[in-house]
């Protein structure tokens, strides 16, 4: 398939990358610094500097292509919008182009949906008020997402863990995964590409989980 891949310097798109690669797929990835990408992958993938959040600016790069998938993550600390605006850019420039298949990264920690008491009433609330802002970019770019036309999936993992593949994903779709609090970014990567061809994804909102 000819992909192109946002966030591809973070600690998940990285992964999403090589493993897109190995795969055979043919990448575009859209970055802001070409010099995060590692080496190894930077010669291997069209590489194409653009604003995420304007889409006359990423149109070209998702142009032609037979997917979009975004491994974005909001900002580190404090208020921001980068993940809804990339959301409504990306929205509207696949629109423009006639392509149709978007999967997107979200997070599980801003839903409460199938999370047993004791998460929903005491974890949850406690986590929303540290990540108040990241969650709250999440939802709004689901809520672009959502509201769109396209073939979206979203994906909402737990905390994320730097560590080897597993190849065990646990899946769910009315709500978050049952004692599901962490995920290997490696076997994210694999769901997020896997996802791609999955038609029982399509416009739906999936959590995962290790």
């Known amino acids: 398939m000819r992909l192109t891949v946002f966030g591809g310097t973070g600690r998940t798109g990285k992964p999403l990358l090589e ?4 795969d055979g797929h043919e990448v575009t990835a859209v970055v ?19 604003d995420i959040r304007d889409a006359a600016a990423i149109a070209p790069a998702v142009d032609g292509r ?3 998938l975004s491994a974005l993550g909001p900002a580190a ?18 629109a423009e182009t006639g392509v149709s298949r978007l999967v997107v990264l979200s997070a599980s920690g801003a839903h409460t949906d199938g999370d047993p008491p004791f998460v929903r009433l005491v974890v949850k609330p ?11 970019d999440m939802r709004a ?11 979206w999936t979203v994906v909402r993992p737990p905390r994320l863990l730097d560590r080897p593949e597993t190849g065990t994903v646990r899946s769910r779709l009315d709500g978050n995964v049952r004692g599901g609090s962490t995920i290997a970014r490696a076997d994210l990567a694999r769901y997020l590409l896997d996802a791609l061809g999955a ?9 995962v989980a290790g």
Request: hydrophobic share 50%; aromatic share 2%.
């Open 19 to 22: 493993k897109a690669l190995s």
């Open 32 to 50: 802001r610094d070409p010099s995060r990408l590692d080496p190894g992958v930077r010669d291997r993938v069209e590489v194409v500097l653009a």
């Open 66 to 68: 037979d997917a979009v």
């Open 77 to 94: 600390s404090g208020p921001s919008t980068v993940c809804a605006d990339f959301a409504r850019a990306a929205v509207a420039a696949l």
């Open 126 to 136: 406690l986590l929303g008020r540290v990540l108040r802002h990241a969650f709250a």
């Open 141 to 151: 770019m689901e809520a672009e997402v959502m509201a769109s036309a396209l073939d």
């Open 199 to 207: 038609e029982e994804l399509h416009r739906q909102a999936v959590s």
